[in-house]
Nanobody, 122 residues
């Protein structure tokens, strides 16, 4: 299983970015996929997750209402639309996948992408 995250960059506070995570190597119909982020000196934290089949979504309180997770089954790609970005959102963002139940714990995800840096300037 390979996951590749991309779409990060530098944006001003209040701006938007869309991250993508391309998945390959197996089907994900029974999986949950998620976005995590890690700021310098901090632990990796949960951002959002989506059930690949059915599309049920989960969000961290800090991003709910600003970020939207989605997926395109035909393209095997997951997205994270990030609006109203704040300097506190600056981090390396990772996509991940796990089995048949969802989790907000990074150590319970089996597959990881390489990370993409998001920098929000004030």
């Amino acid at each position: 299983v390979q996951l590749q995250a991309f779409g990060g960059g530098l944006v001003q506070a209040g701006g938007s970015l869309r991250l993508s995570c391309a998945a390959s190597g197996r089907t994900f119909s029974s999986h949950y996929m998620g976005w995590f982020r890690q700021a310098p000196g901090k632990e990796r934290e949960f951002v959002a997750a989506i059930r690949w089949s059915g599309g049920t979504t989960y969000y961290a309180a800090s991003v709910e209402g600003r970020f939207t997770i989605s997926r395109d089954n035909a393209k095997n790609t997951m997205y994270l639309q990030m609006n109203s970005l704040e300097p506190e959102d600056t981090a390396v963002y990772y996509c991940a996948a796990r089995g048949s139940t969802w989790s907000r714990r990074a150590d319970e995800y089996d597959y990881w992408g390489q990370g993409t840096l998001v920098t929000v300037s004030s």
